[in-house]
């Protein structure tokens, strides 16, 4: 655990919190069950709510414990101020925090309006100025040679359920969430579309609004997976592994479905292999940029991933400008273009 956690810990216990006016308590209580009405995921409210009670426990023992409707602006900027200073908050820390805040001002004013005490309350936290957020950790931009390597090391070294793991990441730009909800039995040749990829059966819970997130179904290159995936497949019929998730872990003899933290500590280990930073989120950026750089159009590209907006393309493409350039333009001007086929992945 971070320093920087711990000192969260110590700021958010239960003994203070009982201490906070029960006016207080009673909205954070009353405004956690409006996010529960409106679908939000549990893991945002959870958020939502630690983050509420750093601040009220800030106000229980340096502002009088005021209740939140005599909060006032000067001691909106005290707060942050104190988190900066105080607790070593990054820019974007603060503002995380100062968007709870504003969203629960933002609350108050839609729906408490007609209680005598917020008759005339006005959210004062969206006109104070936002810290810059700043990137907290160095991007880490993987080459396909580069990931190539990381696999033969895990293979060499027999760890090959975690290879099969840094090959679906690749092959299907997955997050860790979703990765851990892919079953053994879906990589079969009844589930091979356009002769090149895997697509579920059933539907994966992706990242969205509410509990049970955006369900979609899944495509994985089978070039750049089956040969990992075979050879998981053998390990866990040596070790005499049954269960149906593709990524499993061991918990008091069983074997079950892997969760978040195993790939977390999964990621540990890859970075034993190389000089970057390793993290699965980069491989979504990799198959992006892999994507890119094969000529498949943006459009494309986002009915694959399921994203919404093209712009999500943008987002994860690390492709160089100067590398786009070259693939159409050369001393003879506008070059005629080979368009690659999504069976050459």
């Known amino acids: 655990m971070s320093g920087r956690k711990t000192v969260y810990n110590n700021i958010v216990t239960n003994e203070d919190w009982e201490q906070v006016c029960e006016h207080n308590k009673d909205l954070v209580e009353e405004f956690n069950q409006y996010n529960k009405s409106v679908d939000r995921s549990p893991q945002t409210i959870k958020q939502y709510n630690y983050q509420l009670r750093i601040f009220f426990i800030w106000n229980l ?25 105080e607790l070593g908050a990054s820019p974007n820390r603060i503002a995380s925090l100062r968007a709870v805040l504003s969203s629960l001002s933002n609350y108050i004013e839609r729906f408490l309006d007609e209680e005598d005490e917020y008759e005339s309350f006005r959210n004062v936290v969206k006109i104070i100025e936002a810290p810059t957020k700043i990137a907290v950790r160095k991007k880490s931009v993987f080459s396909e040679e580069e990931i190539n390597d ?48 895997y697509k579920t059966p059933e539907t994966i819970r992706t990242k969205g609004r509410g509990k049970m997130g955006k369900p979609l179904e899944k495509y994985t290159f089978v070039k750049q997976f089956k040969p990992y995936y ?6 866990r019929q040596k070790l005499g592994i049954e269960s149906e998730w593709l990524f499993v872990r061991l918990v008091n003899g069983d074997w079950v479905q892997a969760i978040d933290d195993t790939l977390s500590s999964w990621a540990d280990t890859i970075n034993r292999y190389t000089e970057k930073d390793f993290y699965f989120h980069a491989n979504r950026h990799l198959w992006t940029t892999n994507l890119k750089r094969a000529g498949i159009p943006s459009d494309v590209i986002k009915e694959l991933q399921g994203w919404e907006s093209e712009e999500m393309v ?17 001393e003879n001007g506008i070059k005629e273009i080979n368009q690659t086929n999504l069976t050459d992945l």
């Open 61 to 85: 023992k340096y502002n009088k414990n005021k209740p939140f409707y005599k909060v006032k602006k000067r001691d909106f900027i005290k707060y942050f101020g104190w988190v900066s200073e």
């Open 150 to 197: 990381l696999l033969n090391n895990l293979v060499k070294n027999e760890k090959y359920q975690i290879a099969c793991c840094l090959a679906l990441a690749v092959a299907s730009g997955s997050r860790k969430s979703e990765l851990i909800q892919f079953k053994c039995d879906w990589f079969n040749e009844d589930n091979i579309v356009l002769g090149c990829m």
């Open 230 to 235: 075979d050879m998981w497949m053998m390990e």
């Open 314 to 330: 943008s987002v994860y493409s690390d492709l160089d400008v100067s590398e786009t350039l070259k693939k159409y333009f050369d």
